[in-house]
């Protein structure tokens, strides 16, 4: 479980409304708590601990010289109280309202008065940050302080000794030579300081500690619970010369000991917690938190709603975004990386090297591709065909007459007569008029005419039978098969 130090809803809100009222925050109490027997994680909307079981006047409150915004809180548990083990802590300004919230590795604090061993006063330091420094009033009371070493150090040989400065102002390094100060303006810096932690496992007479986790740097070891002090003597422990990921303890103890090891987060804090009431507006950086989350912006999100490769068409005569004109060209297979994923060089290998060709959809029609299905079969995807008209006939034909005949006549020759001689048979003839040596003479000859009248003569044509006639078909139609169409631009989303 990480240890650490955060903000109350409250306050966040206090250190906002002191920024924009000028009213300082007064931090007056501090608490401790068991945590009902538990470990605890803190939550920004605790208005109290989970189970307190001291709360006292804090001792001072004081500013870090390197992190004008960090302050620390202090209280003294007297070696009267006790009997718990410390899991919480808070601070309360003078609303008796809850500012800020922890949590701690369990210490069990004993009781001087039941015989519990040897113990005194316990100091507990609670670090934070505000937004301004100057929103949180410093102060120390003289009854109840226990100045730290640390404390001196920081603030009385730095800070209050060397004169000069305005207020407001901190004593800072103005280089690492020795006696190098000077005053400077502390920066208005939003964080959160945040702890890590890690637990080992004690060997028999374990003396050397490798981290895996923390270093020394601002590191607070514990052994079974209570907090071991910094030097070189029994019960004490002290970082390595060269590594600071290895201590050393002042003692081995019993196999299986626990060591439990506690750290600043090394960075010195965390990033500005966001504020609920915000709904996410106090993000400093939106298109950063994007891009780390791999989502897109709205605007994004209403233009992108294709993928690459992604065919379609539109009544602009240029290529929306996000998109180009499937026009054939070559284009970068870098810049378009995603789309020349997809769809490669099958449609042409552009350069053959850093380019690659689109679909040229200019004047076509698409068609689906077969994909199997035995259609349009032998063809590869991507591929173009050319047109064609299916094999087909025309026909045509006459009315068939059918068996039938044709009736005709001859003009009529009007009237009219014929003339025709006859001759008397010999048989017939009178003998005693016959020429006597004439073999051929058969008798008298007689002349008769006739009148046939007016008349007319029958004409008969022979039936032609059944029969058809040929029918010859012009030819028809443009350049090109075509279905009745509209033009738009073809595009291919990248």
């Known amino acids: 479980m990480a240890f650490k130090t955060i903000h109350t809803r409250y306050g966040l809100i206090a250190m906002s409304r002191a920024e924009s009222l000028g009213t300082p925050i007064n931090l007056t109490h501090m608490a401790v708590g068991d945590g009902n027997g538990n470990p605890v994680e803190p939550d920004w909307e605790q208005t109290g601990l989970v189970r307190e079981r001291y709360r006292t006047l804090i001792s001072r409150v004081y500013q870090d010289p390197d992190e004008p915004t960090q302050f620390t809180a202090e209280i003294v548990i007297p070696a009267s109280e006790g009997g718990y083990v410390l899991r919480e802590i ?20 004993p009781v001087l008065e039941n015989g519990e061993g040897v113990f005194g006063d316990a100091v507990l330091r609670l670090h934070f940050v505000v937004t301004n420094a100057e929103v949180v ?27 000069g400065g ?42 050397v500690v490798d981290l895996s986790i923390t270093t020394t740097y601002g590191l607070a070891v514990y052994i079974d619970g209570l907090r071991l002090d910094m030097g070189s003597g029994a019960g004490e422990w002290q970082p390595d010369a060269s590594l600071e ?20 987060e090394p960075s010195g804090s965390a990033g500005a917690p966001l504020e609920r009431s915000q709904n996410l507006a106090d993000v400093l950086d939106k298109a950063a938190a994007r891009d780390n989350l791999e989502v897109y912006s709205k605007a994004e999100v209403n233009q992108r709603i294709r993928q690459p490769g992604d065919i379609f068409y539109t009544a602009a005569n240029t290529a ?34 850093t380019t690659f060709n689109l679909p040229d959809l200019r004047g076509e029609f698409v068609r689906g591709w077969d994909d199997g299905r035995g259609v349009d079969g032998g063809r590869e995807l991507g591929s173009y065909q050319g047109g064609a008209l299916q094999v087909h006939g025309h026909t045509g034909s006459a009315s068939t007459a059918g068996q039938h005949g044709h009736t005709g006549q001859t003009s009529t020759a009007g009237r009219h007569s014929h003339s025709m001689t006859f001759m008397r048979d010999r048989a017939t003839t009178d003998p005693g008029n016959a020429v006597l040596g004439d ?40 350049t090109e098969t075509r279905p009745r169409n509209v033009a738009l631009l073809a595009c291919i989303a990248f």
């Not at 100045?147 to 730095?158: D, E, F, K, R």
């Not at 050393?248 to 750290?263: D, E, K, N």
């Open 166 to 207: 305005t207020v407001g102002q901190l004593l800072g390094k103005a280089s690492n030579a020795d006696g190098d100060y000077e005053w400077q303006d502390p920066d208005a810096i939003n964080v959160t300081v945040d702890t890590v932690a890690e637990k080992q496992l004690l060997a028999a007479d374990q003396t």
């Open 439 to 478: 073999e051929n003479y058969y008798g008298e000859q007689t002349n008769t005419t006739t009148e046939a009248g007016e008349h007319a003569h029958s004409l008969s044509i022979n039936q032609g039978g059944a029969h058809g006639h040929t029918i010859t078909i012009g030819s028809t139609g443009g």
């Open 90 to 109: 808070a601070a309360f300004d003078s609303t008796g309202a809850m500012f800020v919230v922890g949590n701690l590795p369990d210490i069990y604090k």
């Open 320 to 353: 929306p975004s996000f998109s180009l004109k499937a026009n054939g060209a070559a284009v970068s297979r870098t810049a378009y990386a995603a789309l020349f994923a997809r769809i490669g060089t099958r449609f042409g290998a552009g350069d053959g090297f």
């Open 137 to 163: 009033n410093v102060f120390v009371d003289p009854n109840v302080a226990v100045a730290s070493q640390a404390w001196v150090i920081n603030n009385l040989t730095a800070a209050t000794i060397i004169p």
């Open 245 to 264: 990921t290895r201590l050393h303890l002042g003692q081995s103890y019993p196999a299986g000991t626990r060591i439990t090891l506690v750290q600043n």
